[in-house]
């Protein structure tokens, strides 16, 4: 009997071609959506965590604190903006602090410490110009990534303690600047008009992809706060941005942690945890939280899509009631010659069931085709990730459309008379 309701349900939809495929186009559109934003989004968490892991896993980073603040300076050693600003400037880690952790007696568990000041800055150089990304660092930053070049070497102790103005390329700020390629080392770049000199160009590190790794111009933080991005804090104390700090391991990560707050806390005169003027993360922490946030935005981007599933959905009611009314007069023969309302129900909620689904495939097929034109489009920054759990969901709800929207007009044929349904012209 299934197979002969089936039977029926595909010659009826075959014999309405065009509108079973436009009352599919409410749940492709919806699923297309869905497996599309969902896909993007696997791709992006997993393009993030491949350059949490690119970083290493025993970095320790440490950010000053940030709050809300209308003027003045608080004893975290804020700098406030002008009457009516709502926040300040975190100025909690100077190059004090960094001094201190650098100290092997205090922070016996690292091997590396280095501040990171970012900033933007217009870039010239080899006749083109460009809006580039800055970081101040020290020489030793070079040993957190074991960082390659393929002009020239970092700059130097000497280059950092004597303020120089050199500068050194990431592999597509080198692009930018010099497409025809080329040795630039002793050329002059210019940022925000003041001039450097070339003396490295570092390695391609994420082949095709533009991450902040590469779109990068590297040079001396002292050089930095006293050109281009000068900071201090309400003591006339250099800042130092955020510090990182690589541990002698990956077990010891947690060892540096508790070490580096330590030092912070006495350094600041902080007595209580709820007063520190600073906040301690490790990478696991970083990629943790970073996954959280994708991962609820996606989710929230999906069930917006959703929404369409839903208007496909009402859209199949409305065409099965009307087939419903169209086809009385079959219902009442079928009945007639002896079956039961149950296999009506079954043969009506069969064909709103098939066509959720066919446009639940189409769906797919549509939404992978959407993402992989996005992944073009941002030129192959991140790849589309359809999972099969994905595809089983999106597969699954359409089903579950199909019976939830198909249960009303099924159930109103079956109860249709028979003789009133023979009489229906």
């Known amino acids: 009997m299934f197979r002969e309701n089936l039977r029926v349900a595909v010659r009826a ?4 071609k065009l509108r079973s495929i436009l009352t599919t186009l409410g749940i492709i559109i919806g699923v297309a959506t869905v497996i599309s934003l969902v896909a993007m989004g696997n791709g992006v968490q997993q393009y993030i965590d491949q350059q949490f892991e690119a970083q290493g896993a025993n970095l320790v980073y440490i950010f000053p604190a940030r709050i809300d603040l ?25 190059m004090g602090d960094v001094q201190a952790l650098n100290d092997r007696t205090l922070v016996p568990d690292a091997s590396v410490v ?34 390659n070049t393929v002009y020239g070497d970092w700059f130097n102790d000497t280059d950092y303690t004597g303020h120089a103005r050199v500068a050194l390329l990431g592999s597509r700020a080198y692009s930018k600047l010099y497409p025809l390629g080329g040795d630039p080392i002793g050329e002059e770049l210019r940022l925000n008009d003041v001039p450097f000199k070339i003396v490295g160009v570092l390695r391609q590190r994420s082949a095709g992809q533009a991450t902040s790794n590469d779109d990068v111009v590297f040079i001396p933080l002292t050089t930095a706060r006293a050109r281009l991005f000068p900071s201090r804090n309400a003591k006339g104390q250099v800042l130092a941005g955020i510090i990182v700090v690589q541990a002698t391991s990956k077990e010891r990560t947690n060892a ?29 922490d970083l990629q943790n939280t970073v996954a959280s946030i994708t991962g609820v935005l996606t989710v929230f981007l999906a069930a917006i899509a959703a929404i369409s599933l839903l208007v496909g959905g009402i859209g199949i009611m409305n065409i099965m009631l009307v087939s419903v009314t169209e086809r009385t007069h079959e219902i009442g023969l079928r009945k007639a010659v002896g079956a039961k309302p149950g296999v009506i129900l079954v043969q009506f909620l069969l064909e709103a069931v098939m066509l959720a689904l066919l446009g639940g495939l189409v769906g797919i097929a549509v939404g992978w085709a959407m993402a ?29 459309v199909g019976i939830v929207f198909g249960v009303y007009p099924a159930a109103r044929a079956a109860r249709l008379r028979p003789i009133e349904a023979l009489r229906f012209e």
Do not use: C
Request: hydrophobic share 40%; charged share 10%.
């Open 70 to 94: 209308r003027g003045g300076a608080n004893r975290s050693g804020f700098i406030g903006g002008p009457p009516g600003a709502q926040s300040g400037v975190a100025a909690s880690l100077t």
């Open 114 to 147: 280095v501040p990171v000041a970012s900033g933007g800055a217009r870039a010239y150089a080899g006749g083109h110009k460009y809006l580039a990304s800055v970081q101040g660092t020290a020489p030793d930053y070079r040993l957190l990534n074991d960082w």
């Open 256 to 284: 540096v942690v508790q070490e580096v707050t330590h030092v912070l806390r006495q350094r600041h005169s902080i007595t209580f945890q709820n007063d520190d003027d600073f906040s301690v993360a490790t990478q696991s």
């Open 372 to 400: 992989s034109v996005v992944v073009v489009i941002s030129h192959n920054q991140f790849q589309a990730v359809i999972t099969p759990q994905a595809v089983l969901l999106a597969v699954g709800f359409s089903g579950l």
């Open 13 to 16: 939809l075959a014999s309405n």
